[in-house]
């Protein structure tokens, strides 16, 4: 049976260009970039240039960019190095690495959210206190793909002489990225989300923004990130964004067209069923569709039997029995919240699939709502 994949909101795979490009890193290109010799300045130009091409995807300078080992630590060092021991603002639907970490800085507000998912920046301003020292509000949302609006919560920000940050892990990629017109201080990133390795991310800190390191020892990453640099994962994460720069508008509005046939077929052929965050703008490859009636999980393994993988969240929340926090956020029930499915699609999908899956989901509803009774 083949198998088809509907998760690269969770992970993609390394793609052909970009394990390439790394291999020899490891291999050939070894020295430590900080050493003087051949060996060390060799990986150092490689690491420049790994540099070079992550801030050109992000409309940002080389010296701007900090390369750490995931998303979640590029969100860490933007949020303890900016307010720890302070206020912080927040939305409710963020990214756990988000919700976790303000929750271990001197105190946190989370602003609540529309019934689409989206924050009302106007709600950003009126919780700014004396003592706020970060606003930090995700870019575009792991499960249900809406996009915040990022523009008018930065001149909010900037009016009141606080740093923003946006966790832009969900975003960059699949939409537009330049941190120039956002107006961001700090924006993260993550290799995995696009087409690298597991193991590296990068922080954009614009210049003149202040940040405390929270890793100690040599000068490295512009004293923001002591400890021998990745050089392999970094060369992989510049590949991987210069492929974007140069094919990401024709792939995302392929993956757009996709999303919207699946979307348009599912709803068609699947009665009761509605697409959360419909309405907001969302990125182009992700889908979150509740099915009333059933539970995700038994979606999810009666799928995966036929094919074709999907989650129902985030993959930091496999395995909580209790429903998204996105979900519930945007007021769904806890029942409505267990009914929903993400679908997120990537360079792998074809036309083809996206009818297979259509398919497979309401055969698969229609065989669960049988059985269930919650759906009458």
Same mark, same amino acid.
């Given at each position: 049976?083949?198998?088809?994949?509907?998760?690269?909101?969770?992970?993609?795979?390394?793609?052909?260009?970009?394990?390439?490009?790394?291999?020899?890193?490891?291999?050939?290109?070894?020295?430590?970039?900080?050493?003087?010799?051949?060996?060390?300045?060799?990986?150092?130009?490689?690491?420049?240039?790994?540099?070079?091409?992550?801030?050109?995807?992000?409309?940002?300078?080389?010296?701007?960019?900090?390369?750490?080992?995931?998303?979640?630590?590029?969100?860490?060092?933007?949020?303890?190095?900016?307010?720890?021991?302070?206020?912080?603002?927040?939305?409710?639907?963020?990214?756990?690495?988000?919700?976790?970490?303000?929750?271990?800085?001197?105190?946190?507000?989370?602003?609540?959210?529309?019934?689409?998912?989206?924050?009302?920046?106007?709600?950003?301003?009126?919780?700014?206190?004396?003592?706020?020292?970060?606003?930090?509000?995700?870019?575009?949302?792991?499960?249900?793909?809406?996009?915040?609006?990022?523009?008018?919560?930065?001149?909010?920000?900037?009016?009141?002489?606080?740093?923003?940050?946006?966790?832009?892990?969900?975003?960059?990629?699949?939409?537009?990225?330049?941190?120039?017109?956002?107006?961001?201080?700090?924006?993260?990133?993550?290799? &995995? *989300?696009?087409? !690298?390795?597991?193991?590296?991310? +990068?922080?954009? /800190?614009?210049? @003149?923004? $202040?940040?405390?390191?929270?890793?100690?020892?040599?000068?490295?990453? &512009? *004293?923001?990130? !002591?400890?021998?640099?990745?050089? +392999?994962?970094? /060369?992989?994460? @510049?590949? $991987?964004?210069?492929?974007?720069?140069?094919?990401?508008?024709?792939?995302?509005?392929?993956?757009?067209?996709?999303?919207?046939?699946?979307?348009?077929?599912?709803?068609?052929?699947?009665?009761?069923?509605?697409?959360?965050?419909?309405?907001?703008?969302?990125?182009?490859?992700?889908?979150?569709?509740?099915?009333?009636?059933?539970?995700?999980?038994?979606?999810?393994?009666?799928?995966?039997?036929?094919?074709?993988?999907?989650?129902?969240?985030?993959?930091?929340?496999?395995?909580?029995?209790?429903?998204?926090?996105?979900?519930?956020?945007?007021?769904?029930?806890?029942?409505?919240?267990?009914?929903?499915?993400?679908?997120?699609?990537?360079?792998?999908?074809?036309?083809?699939?996206?009818?297979?899956?259509?398919?497979?989901?309401?055969?698969?509803?229609?065989?669960?709502?049988?059985?269930?009774?919650?759906?009458?």
């Amino acid at each position: 049976m083949e198998h088809y994949y509907f998760d690269h909101n969770a992970t993609t795979p390394v793609s052909r260009e970009v394990f390439e490009a790394m291999a020899p890193m490891m291999t050939e290109i070894y020295g430590n970039a900080s050493s003087i010799h051949y060996y060390g300045q060799t990986a150092r130009g490689a690491l420049d240039e790994a540099r070079r091409q992550v801030a050109a995807l992000l409309g940002a300078t080389a010296d701007e960019i900090v390369f750490t080992s995931c998303g979640t630590e590029s969100d860490n060092l933007a949020l303890f190095g900016a307010a720890q021991n302070a206020h912080a603002i927040t939305t409710t639907v963020e990214h756990s690495a988000i919700r976790t970490t303000c929750g271990e800085l001197g105190s946190v507000t989370f602003v609540r959210v529309d019934s689409r998912g989206l924050v009302d920046p106007e709600d950003i301003r009126k919780a700014i206190r004396r003592d706020t020292k970060l606003i930090s509000v995700m870019h575009a949302n792991n499960e249900l793909g809406v996009i915040q609006p990022i523009e008018e919560i930065a001149k909010i920000a900037k009016e009141a002489a606080i740093p923003f940050h946006s966790d832009g892990v969900q975003a960059a990629g699949k939409i537009p990225v330049d941190v120039a017109k956002l107006g961001v201080d700090l924006y993260s990133i993550s290799g &995995h *989300k696009l087409y !690298a390795p597991k193991g590296v991310g +990068a922080l954009f /800190v614009r210049k @003149g923004t $202040a940040l405390h390191p929270m890793m100690f020892g040599g000068p490295h990453e &512009h *004293k923001m990130r !002591a400890g021998t640099e990745n050089v +392999a994962g970094a /060369v992989a994460l @510049g590949c $991987a964004a210069e492929w974007l720069v140069k094919h990401g508008a024709v792939e995302a509005a392929r993956e757009g067209q996709l999303r919207d046939r699946m979307e348009r077929g599912i709803l068609a052929a699947v009665p009761h069923s509605f697409v959360n965050g419909a309405g907001a703008p969302r990125t182009p490859n992700t889908s979150n569709i509740r099915f009333d009636g059933i539970d995700s999980e038994s979606l999810l393994i009666a799928l995966d039997m036929k094919g074709y993988a999907v989650s129902a969240g985030s993959a930091c929340s496999a395995g909580v029995t209790e429903p998204s926090h996105v979900l519930t956020a945007i007021g769904l029930t806890k029942d409505q919240g267990r009914s929903s499915i993400r679908f997120s699609l990537g360079r792998s999908n074809t036309v083809e699939q996206v009818d297979g899956i259509i398919a497979a989901v309401a055969e698969s509803v229609g065989h669960l709502r049988k059985l269930s009774p919650a759906y009458v």
